[in-house]
């Protein structure tokens, strides 16, 4: 079965208010998320990573939290804008095994 | 550079014939992957590569071969395409295997390719 999931397939926010979109996984030894951002008829991008090691995670009007308590990340976009409506998907990375995707959610931004 | 291509872009198959996907990246990775992705669902990994002339099993392997004669190309074959098998193919690189060597472990993408069989 999959070992990670996200737990809403589509979000809607308003342009400029604040996204966050939240994943949960099951493997308490998964140490290394990945999340990915895939528009319409493209590749999946890389946005940002995090390891078991960190918590938080910031990049560029993202930033990702991990709580490995619970076994929750979440990824949050400041100031969501038009151009980050797209399918956005968590991803734990096994190394040289790959990836392991969860189903995705559809950020859908409302002018 | 240009990263991950993929040929061919779409492809149309009747059940039992056979093709090849081309995947060709040119960021000297040693790692090669191929995914498929089926409508509302994430990449599930069906063959990868961890150097030139290796190959392994995924996550759903099964009716695909792949061969990784040179580094910079990752071939995915169908020998005989069945319409489950329908679906978009994504093809990513990487440099390590989880940053062990000091390099990003990111993998990039390819476009994808669409694949129909009647």
């Known amino acids: 079965g999959e070992s990670v999931g996200l737990h809403l397939p589509t979000l809607s926010v308003q342009e400029g208010d604040n996204s966050i979109i939240n994943c949960a996984y099951s493997?308490?030894?998964?140490?290394?998320f990945i999340w990915y951002k895939q528009e319409s008829g493209k590749g999946p991008q890389f946005i940002i990573d995090?390891?078991?090691?960190?918590d938080k995670r910031q990049g560029q009007r993202v930033t990702v939290l991990l709580n490995k308590t619970v076994k929750h990340l979440s990824l949050q976009i400041a100031a969501t804008q038009p151009g980050d409506s797209a399918v956005y998907f968590c991803?734990?990375?096994?190394?040289?095994?790959?990836?392991?995707f969860g189903k995705g959610t559809h950020l859908i931004i409302q002018p | 550079n240009a990263g991950v291509t993929q040929t061919p872009k779409f492809r149309v198959l009747k059940t039992g014939q056979s093709m090849t996907l081309l995947c060709a990246q040119d960021?000297?990775?040693?790692?090669m992957y191929w995914y498929r992705q089926d409508p509302g669902m994430g990449l599930r990994l069906i063959h990868y590569?961890?150097?030139?002339?290796?190959?392994a099993k995924g996550e759903v392997p099964d009716g695909y071969n792949v061969s990784r004669l040179k580094k910079q190309n990752f071939l995915l074959g169908l020998e005989s395409a069945a319409p489950s098998q329908t679906s978009v193919y994504f093809c990513?690189?990487?440099?390590?295997?989880?940053?062990?060597?000091?390099?990003?472990?990111?993998?990039?993408f390819g476009p994808g390719t669409r694949l129909t069989v009647l």
């Open positions: 990513a690189s990487s440099y390590s295997d989880g940053g062990l060597a000091g390099g990003t472990d990111t993998q990039y």
């Open positions: 493997n308490s030894a998964s140490d290394y």
């Open positions: 995090i390891r078991s090691n960190m």
């Open positions: 991803a734990e990375n096994l190394g040289a095994d790959g990836l392991t």
């Open positions: 960021m000297n990775h040693e790692y």
């Open positions: 590569s961890v150097g030139e002339g290796t190959t």
